[in-house]
């Protein structure tokens, strides 16, 4: 029966797959392809973790003491029997040679149908087993870590940045993905995502964006209502999934996703056209990465450089150990040296909210935080909290302008202290650079602006740094109270309020008023529908996700500075969303 399940679009497109469910808990099992000739080897990994658990099983019933609660002998027992139960244990290699999964990936595929099919049980007794289940599963999985890959999968392991063999196109559903799990699944063989939680500007749904395939999040309850292999499209544009769709439905989608594909192509061919509006303004336009190796995307989608480097994805996943300063040097200078000369503005580290240390979602967030963790100990905050890292995070980060042009920015300050704090451990860390005779070159510094005091107090900033650069999606949060990672409350994320606008205009004015850079790099940049405003407001430099580079673009290329900046007034003074944003769509409606 096809059911549609309504969330928030992410990332533009169709896809049109088959649902690979993944629990939120088991996102950091290893998901990798394997050769067809590895299929035995992988089945025989299978075979020795169940053994070994096996044994495991029989000695602790073994050394169960004879005062024992019988309960738990017949729990070992039933542990023993789910452990070779058909269910488990043939689908789970049937998973394998179908679909090539990795046996971690193959077990984690299989818990989720039988954990699906236990919670529909009615009996109060069977559905308590689902627990016992995933104990089984969980030896399973540990056996198989300590068994390691087999050496022939190890050498060949094809993770998720190879397209595996198999004919039909694979979507992954997930209650959550962290942000640091996401990017586990970058260049993955999926080709969309829904997750059930999870806001527009939600860090999840960022690096969802930066992979370019369709995606809806806070779909609330799709990972309940999808099984795994039914067939599922993702409406990227729309927002809607849609589950087990009737042949005419899944028609009607593939020409969509024809037609989308052909408007991409079409876009692309502007990779080497100027970014120059109707009056002749040049218009900057520069990508958004995660990690190094978003580098070469961002070259091949024509960006002028990297407008912002979120440096704290190098940060994440770590276990407790942060990356060295040799480490970060590496890093900052291999997407240096991939933009080849460009600016590489690289942004010191990020973490918290949404984006903590360790690996956790955001529903475990949720749960474990129940102080605000926005509102907390984030951002510039950790740095100046940690100075003797901040300063090896700006001790790396100035060794890699020896190689290129690096820009350092500065995330979420607010007060005038932060400043100054900052500019003495940069002060400090260049100290220390010199002491050891290690180079480095002259770094422009930037503020982002995206806490309300900052953009209130903008002239404080224009003061003390080379350039500012907006960031909205915090922006928004904080002057409308939203927390950008709540899908519940996600109606009311509104960059239209006249309060952001007025922010937005304001510090822009104000910068370009003292001959300072100004960007705006939080999603905004990269939508098209906000190109004309920004426009009006004066923005000439914006920074978005590579694949959003050709249709910003395109805005440009049609738009008129001068005519779109006569109805900002208009816009600027109206108090209802709605009508601020008529204006520009009139516009917009006229330029096509
Ligand atoms: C922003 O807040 O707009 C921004 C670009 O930073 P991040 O999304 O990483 O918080
Ligand atoms: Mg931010």
Redesign the pocket.
Known sequence: MTIQVFGLPVARGIAIGKAVLVASSRLDVDHYFIDADQVEAEIGRLREARDLVARELESLKQAMPGDAPPELGALLDVHLMLLHDESLTSATKQWIRDRHYNAEWALSAQLEVLARQFDEMDDDYLRERKADIEQVVERLLRALARGGSSALAAATRKPIQQDWGGEEPLVLIANDIAPADMLQFKQSVFKGFVTDVGGK?S?TA?VARSMDIPAVVGAREASRLIRQDDWVIIDGDAGVVIVDPSPIVLEEYRFRQRQSELERERLARLRHTPSVTLDGEAVELLANIELPQDAPAALRAGAAGVG?F?SEFLFMNRDGELPGEDEQFEAYRAAVQAMDGLPVTIRTV?IGADKPLDRMSLSELRHEHTLNPALGLRAIRWSLSEPAMFRMQLRAILRASAYGKVRLLI?MLAHASEIRQTFEALARAKQQLRDAGTPFADVEVGA?I?VPAAALTIPLFVRHFDFVSL?????IQYTLAIDRADESVSYLYDPWHPAVLRLIHDTIRAARQAGKGVSV???MAGDPSFTPLLLAMGLRSFSMHPSQIAAVKQRILRSDTAKLAQMLDAALACDDPQECYRPFMGEAAQLH
């Open positions: 500007t860090h960022i912002l979120r990020d995330p982002m995206e960031g909205t999606n915090d922006l790099c939080g999603e």
